[in-house]
C-alpha cells in the first residue's frame, strides 16, 4: 500500500515540473523581431488618384434593326476583323420574296411609262400640228406624269429592301478585334439587340471616375501618370475630356485620359490608378491643416482578412492588430481614413509570424 502511495506522489511530482518547464518555454518565448515606422502626414498631396479602366478608343456593339434567326456567326472572340468584314447573317427569306416583288413592281412601271411616254410625244406632236385638242395632250400629260412616280417609286421601293438586307448581313463598322459574340447559330436576333462586340485597333483610352472634391483641380490636356494594377506598368497620357456633370454616374464625374504608348501588354479592361497633378494649396492655417491631414500607410503594411483590413502597432512591446477603414491609394500607399492615428507607430515588416498578442522587439 505504501509502494503505491509512493509511486501516485512521484508521477504528480513528475507531471507539475513538466508544467512548470512548459511555463518557462512560454515565458522565454524569442520576441519577434520588427521593424516600425511612423505614419506619414501629408497636407499637401502633389496630386489627385482616381481608380479608372483602360478601354479602346474605338468600340462598338454591333446590332440589327430587324428581326430573324441567326444562320450564321461567322467569327469568334478574339479574332482580328477588317472594316466591312462580314459578322453574322441573319435569315433574310422574307426580304427575298419582297425583292422578287419589287422587281416585278418595277418591271411593270418600267413598260407603263414607256408606253405613258409614248403617248405623250405622240399628241405632243399632233397637238403641234393642230390634230389633237388641249385636253387629250393634258389627258396625256398627267399619263406620262403618274406613269414617271410611279416608276420612281418603285425603285425607292427596292432601294428599302436593299437597305433591310445589310440589315441581315451584319459587317463589322471598323478594323479591330472581336472582344465577344452574344449571340450563336439559331438564335432570334431582335432590334438593338448586341450581337457582336468589336474594338478598333488603335489608340487607347482610360475612363476614370474623379470624385467631386478633386474635378475642379483636373483640365483638357493636363498630363497624368497611369499605373497599371496588374502588371505595375506605369504609363503616360493626356486629359482628353472632362465631363461637367455627375447626374448620371452616380456622384462621380468621368475623365477621359488618351495615353501616349501602348503595348501588346496592356489589354483593354485593365484597372489602372491615375494620378493627376495639380498645384500645391497654398499655406493654410494650424486648424485648416490638421482637417486636410491623411494618413498614409504602405500597402505592404495592411493585413486583410475577408472584408476586414488591419495593420499591426506596437504597445508594451507586443503586437496589436487594430481594425482599420482605408480610403484611396496613392501609389504605394494607401489612406487611412479611421482606426490610426497620425502619431501612431505600425509594423512594417517582422521576421516572424505575426498574430494578435505577440511579443515583439522593435529593431
Known sequence: MKTKITTLILSALFLISCGDEKKNEIATETPIAVKVSGTTENDNSPFVTASGKIESQKSANVSTRMMGYVTKVNVKMGQKVSQGQLLVSINNTDLQAKKAQVDASILQATAGFNNAKKDYERFK??????SASQKELD????????????LEGAKQMRNEVMAKFSYSNI???FSGEVTNTFVKDGDMANPGMPLVSVEGNGVMQVMAMVSEGDITSIKNGMPVDVLVKSSNQQLKGKVSEVSGSATNT???????????????????????????????????TETQTKKADIVLVPE??????GQLTGIYTVSNNVAILRWIRTGKSFGNQVEVLSGLSADEKYIVSAEGKLYNGVKVSIQ
Not at 406632236?125 to 393642230?130: D, W
Not at 389627258?139 to 410611279?150: F, I, L, N, P, V
Not at 495615353?259 to 501588346?264: E, I, M
Open 250 to 284: 452616380g456622384g462621380q464625374y468621368l475623365v477621359k485620359i488618351n495615353l501616349d504608348k501602348t503595348d501588346a501588354t496592356i489589354l483593354s479592361g485593365m484597372f489602372v490608378n491615375v494620378q493627376f497633378p495639380i498645384e500645391k494649396p497654398k499655406a493654410k
Open 125 to 130: 406632236t399632233l397637238f403641234s400640228q393642230q
Open 139 to 150: 389627258d396625256m400629260t398627267s399619263r406620262y406624269e403618274m406613269a414617271k412616280a410611279g
Open 300 to 305: 505592404s503594411a495592411l493585413v486583410n482578412q
Open 171 to 173: 459587317t463589322a463598322p
